[in-house]
């Protein structure tokens, strides 16, 4: 059963747009979420994190909103560069007990010149 | 700079060989994972440790088997490779706690034949 969700594998935008990638969730015990960008042939790279007592986080061009009742979160790219193509997992932690992060099957990000 | 290596970027192996993924980590996280990256199934996790000569199964073990005899060296077993585990494999580590998210190695992509 997958507990983390990108129902999106891809999604195509303009240079300058906005990109906005999607993440659902099933365990409400879930309080700490990361996304991560992963380059072909590398290991994935850290993005943004959102911890459960907030509803948003941002840093740079990158804005992670989490709606808790509706267990999703979601990463706004704004604006979008070509750069920013690759795969972005959104992955998901309880503190209680445990250190381990579930992830998402990815979506493929490509923003076109 | 921390980080996380892998001791190699490609490996070809034949079926029936035994094969070792090596992984050092030198920020003295506690814990330490192996996953594997599949198109459409994202980074599932095999093992993972959080501490030395511990280890506990994760999402799919079946195959594999993990040594952990130092802190900062993780080695994935796989005991007799089979097609099916022809993958790109992912070696990480963190601290142990609340918001800490995990530093991935480049990986290691694995063909086996």
């Known amino acids: 059963d997958q507990q983390v969700k990108q129902n999106s594998p891809s999604l195509s935008v303009q240079e300058g747009r906005i990109s906005i990638l999607n993440c659902d969730y099933t365990?409400?015990?879930?309080?700490?979420f990361l996304w991560y960008k992963k380059y072909p042939a590398e290991g994935p790279t850290f993005l943004i994190s959102?911890?459960?007592?907030?509803d948003k986080n941002e840093d740079g061009r990158f804005t992670v909103f989490l709606n808790k009742s509706a267990k999703h979160l979601s990463l706004h790219i704004v604006p979008s560069q070509p750069g920013d193509s690759a795969v972005y997992f959104c992955?998901?932690?309880?503190?209680?007990?445990?250190?381990?992060?579930?992830f998402g099957t990815g979506t493929r990000l490509k923003v076109l010149a | 700079d921390v980080k996380v290596t892998q001791s190699s970027r490609y490996l070809v192996k034949r079926t029936g060989e035994k094969v070792f993924l090596e992984c050092v980590q030198d920020?003295?996280?506690?814990?330490m994972f192996w996953y594997r990256q599949d198109p459409g199934l994202g980074l599932r996790l095999i093992y993972f440790?959080?501490?030395?000569?511990?280890?506990e199964k994760g999402d799919i073990p079946e195959g594999y088997s993990v040594s952990r005899e130092k802190k900062e060296r993780f080695s994935l077993i796989l005991e007799s490779a089979s097609t099916n585990q022809t993958s790109m494999y992912l070696c990480?580590?963190?601290?142990?706690?609340?918001?800490?998210?995990?530093?991935f190695g480049s990986g290691t992509r694995l063909t086996v034949v």
């Open positions: 990480a580590s963190s601290l142990t706690g609340t918001g800490y998210g995990y530093t």
């Open positions: 365990n409400s015990m879930f309080d700490y």
């Open positions: 959102i911890s459960s007592i907030k």
């Open positions: 992955a998901a932690s309880a503190a209680s007990g445990t250190y381990k992060y579930i």
């Open positions: 920020m003295d996280h506690e814990n």
């Open positions: 440790s959080y501490d030395v000569k511990m280890k």
